[in-house]
Every structure is written in C-alpha cells, then in structure tokens.
C-alpha cells in the first residue's frame, strides 16, 4: 500500500490552472502537517507550501497569492491549487508527509504555451 499517490498534473498554458491531489492511504491527514514539493532536473527539491495540523498555511514567496493548499479530511486527499501558472512553475510535485517521511511518486506539471 503505497501511502502518497499524487495526480493532476499535466500540460497548461501561461495563466491557467491546475488542481494537484494526493490521496493518503493507511493514515489520516488530519492529524499531520502536510506539504507540497517540486523539483526540475536541474535543481534541488523546493518546499512549496506547508498545511498545519491546525490548517495553517504558509508558501513559498513566488507562489502565495497563486496557490491554495487544502486537504479534504472526509476523503482523506491533500489538495494543491495552482493558479495563474507561470513557465517557472514547471516542476516534478510532489506531496510529502515530514515526520512519517512519506513521499509521493510525483506529478508532472508542465507550463508552456
């Protein structure tokens, strides 16, 4: 039973959106701070937003006000909301769960006109 599976990523334009998921299995996501990653080939893994037991949310600069991290306790999903896409925000997403050390496979996101 693989914990994090991530989907949603794909091909978008400049501008347009997307809806990351990723459904945890064998545990409960309300319990535990949750976060989205993303990396490039030619870069280290980047933290992008954190979720808090408490549903605190923190980003990373160049992504507040564009992105919109969530969970959904009911179906025990961790959401992220990426909006006004930008080239830069092309990346490998990934979800991860700090203190289990879970990580999800990963979900192509790709921007480009």
């Known amino acids: 039973q693989v914990p994090l599976v991530e989907s949603g990523g794909g091909l978008v334009q400049p501008g347009g959106s997307l809806r990351l998921s990723c459904l945890a299995s064998?545990?409960?996501?309300?319990?535990?701070?949750m976060q989205w990653y993303r990396q490039t080939a030619d870069k280290e893994r980047q933290w992008v937003a954190t979720?808090?037991?408490?549903?605190?949310?923190n980003y990373l600069p160049s992504v507040e006000g564009r992105f919109i991290i969530s969970r959904d306790n009911v179906k025990n999903t961790l959401y992220l909301q990426m909006n006004d896409l930008k080239v830069e925000d092309t990346a490998v997403y990934y979800c991860?769960?700090?203190?289990?050390?879970?990580w999800g496979q990963g979900t192509q996101v790709t921007v480009s006109s």
């Open positions: 064998g545990f409960t996501l309300s319990g535990f701070v």
């Open positions: 979720i808090a037991s408490t549903d605190i949310t």
């Open positions: 991860h769960q700090p203190s289990r050390g879970f």
